[in-house]
């Protein structure tokens, strides 16, 4: 099945949840702090990240930064405040679901499977790669052929462009962070600023088109696609 981290300082809710989780059949890591979490998460290469906001040391909130830069797996944070505001924010800065606690553990159960199969989906179509090209609307992404049309007109995209276009089509509603996207475009060593991604973007849009108003800048965090917002303009 899948690989699991559990990033959770009550050892007792952690080993409850990671026992149901084996017996469904997946691998599970624990770690109790943020620190740990960074590391073990950089170690096992989790399909999907359980992730407490209340930790000691580094918080959940900017665990889920930081596992952001460079991982594109689910998360779903798990918090005893029930504050839509707070439930907003953990999204914002990149987790896919949340679980106010307490829960049962059907609902977690429930809520993994349907973070799953979205990653199962996400690596088909990534699998796919070479023979489909992408499409949204009227846009076709050729990424094998280096090509990407509008409405059947050949539009004029840089590889960088390309590569971002094809990150955010992939992840719909995900919001990705500068640094993500910084690393991801020009590599882990380029020492630029985060103004490089927005420059990007900013081309990017306006290339796009009506398609543009898409992505979606996140305030103090990135940037997202939100397919919906074509059909609200
Ligand atoms: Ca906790």
Partial sequence: MARILIVEDEV????????HLEKEGHAVDQAFEGH????????ARPN???????????????????LRRKHLMPILMLTARGD???RVTGLEVGADDYLGKP???????????????????????AAEDDSRPITF????LD????????????????????DLLEVLLRHPGRTFS???????LWGADFDGLDRAVDTQMVRLRRKLGDLGVCIEAVWGVGYRFRPELRETT
């Fill in 12 to 19: 007792s809710l952690s080993d409850l949840v990671r026992s």
């Fill in 143 to 162: 990424l094998a052929g280096h090509r990407a049309t509008l409405a059947g007109s050949s539009l004029d995209l840089t590889r960088r462009e390309m």
């Fill in 84 to 86: 839509v505001a707070d």
């Fill in 48 to 66: 999907l990240v359980i992730l407490d906001w209340m930790l000691p040391g580094l918080d959940g909130l900017t665990v889920c930064k930081e």
């Fill in 36 to 43: 740990e979490a960074l590391v073990t998460a950089d170690r």
């Fill in 103 to 125: 829960f049962s553990i059907v609902e977690l159960s429930a809520r993994v499977a349907s973070l799953l199969r979205r990653v199962a989906l996400d690596t088909a179509s």
């Fill in 137 to 140: 609307a009227t846009l076709v």
């Fill in 178 to 184: 500068r640094d993500f996207l910084l690393e991801r």
